[in-house]
């Protein structure tokens, strides 16, 4: 029996649950597992301190209806006692607690009456799903399309995230947003990062989640979310708030808060930047009458007050899954990335500070030594080599670290090597004028396609733009995005290309970057007619410097530091 296997059976056999020869392997475990070990006695403990305090549970007033509906359910009989729903999976610190379990849970908790409700609405939730085949979730979230799952951008526009996961006859999930997607097809899991990356990573073996991707699959399984919540505000003081509304189809719900704080302080360089690391307000909204999740709502918290950064609207159960959903078709020329392996001389990196290794990365890339340069990160694209090759390092800083990261983030500054991007422009539309539609890089590979979610208006002074030529309309707009003019930037290209500009541009800004003097500067040179796509590719050259915090790691069997971020 692995470690895995124990801790999914850890909490049935406290409560002596399992059968004898399980009982067998999860002692045999125990007597060479310290971690296992340990973990079995805290949960009998903790067995203990909800037994103790049953009598008092027992006294609790929960009043109102939706309790009364709790209660209701809690007349059914079933084999699983308190412990085995709250700590099944303990491992992942994740499972649920219900039925007349959930008031014992509830007095552990906390006293306060509203919390004790709150979290009875949430077990009963994790109930009503407690058996599923499979369920879909798809929701918006303010993010870079292709940045990490977790990743919040709270100043961007939002984009679509979402899951699907199959749990027999095995589990099997995919989670996408625009730019990134993760397939687990029950053999293996593959992240994708999509052009203009092109970057591939795979984890072998059948994982519950990976690359980010838990908080969404903690949602998914609700009973993984509410046994995380409430000790979490057992052990961190987190408030819970419950009332009762009407949805817009007439149906009441009950909506239960949880006011969720990170720990991690708020001068933090990393603070903010993931969901795990930022304070949250966690707004759940079950079927008063199923007990089902419906909906939910994730706002970021900062000073400057409230901002939400997450919105789950759809949700389906035990709906089959096409099994095509969890086969993921990649390009032949996926960047795969691979794990830093031992070098021959590996001592001369590993004893590198991080400083020192940020300086040879860059120095190898300015001298477009590949070689070396992959020996700092991977995959070294075709994209890596146009963007850095013969940049110029101005300056680079001490390393500093943060409370959410396991390694360092070593400031710099460079002076990118002039390139080249291709824009495409057409003025097939109403207002017959010139529109941003689409930018390729040098060698016309999609990078974004400008999606227009209608036709683009005619404007007040409409034959002013309607007689520039597509590279004046191209430097147009270039020119008013260096400027920050959104309205007349709207006027050449998507109202989502303007919003996610304007989101990258503000978060930039509140890391401390100047955005005026580090936005690169275009210019349109020439335009070409393209037959096949009815449309002009623009030429356009560019020039600028990059001011960033390059995140470095170095926890790798090669023990030596890798880029992790900010190029």
Known sequence: MNCAEC????????????GDEQFRHCQAHFEGCADCRAEYAAIAALQQQLAASGRVAAEVSVVGPVMRRVRQQQTVKERSTIMSRLFTRWGLGLSAAAGAGAVILIVALAAPRAHATAAAVMARGARAVANLTSIHLRGQMRTFPQDNFESISPDSPFCTVELW??????????????????VMDGQSAVLYIKAPANMGYKV?????????????????????????????????????????????????????TVHARSGVPDDDYGKNHFLGNADTRRVYRFDA???????????????????????????????????????????????????PQTLPDNQKYASMTAEQAARAFFEACAATNWDEAGKFMSPITDQTKEGLGGLEIVSLGQAFSSKTYPGRFVPYEIKLPPQVVNVRVANTNAAKRFVLTGVYDSKLRLQQDLKWSGEPEVLP???????L?????????????????????????SQHDVEETKGQVETAQKMGMDMRKLMPVYKAVEAVWSP???????????????????????????????VDGGI
Not at 165 to 182: D, F, H, I, N, S
Request: one cysteine or more.
């Open 204 to 256: 072998p073996g059948a994982t519950p989640s990976a690359f980010d991707t838990e908080w969404l699959h903690s949602i998914a399984d609700l009973s993984n979310t509410i046994s995380n919540d409430l000790r979490h505000a057992k052990a961190q003081g987190w408030k819970l708030d419950l009332i009762e509304e009407t949805a817009a189809n007439g149906s009441r719900q009950a909506v239960v």
């Open 532 to 562: 096949e796509q009815s449309a002009f590719f623009v030429r356009c050259q560019v020039t600028g410097v990059k001011k960033f915090n390059l995140a470095v790691r170095k926890d790798n069997p090669a023990g030596r530091w890798q």
């Open 469 to 493: 030529s597509p590279t004046e309309t191209v430097q147009a707009y270039f020119d008013a995005q260096a400027k920050f003019d959104w309205v007349e930037m709207r006027k050449f290209t």
């Open 7 to 18: 801790r999914e059976n850890l909490v049935a056999c406290v409560e002596g649950l399992l």
């Open 165 to 182: 996961k199959q749990y027999t006859p095995q589990l099997e999930w995919r989670v996408e947003k625009p730019g990134r997607v993760a």
């Open 289 to 339: 009458e199923s007990g089902q999740l419906e909906a939910a709502q994730m706002y970021l918290v900062r000073n400057s007050g409230e901002v939400q950064v997450f919105e789950l609207n759809e949700i389906e159960y035990n709906t089959p899954i096409e099994p095509s959903v969890f086969q993921l078709q990649l390009p032949a020329d996926v960047a795969w990335v691979q794990d």
């Open 461 to 467: 002074n409409n034959q002013a733009y309607a007689r």
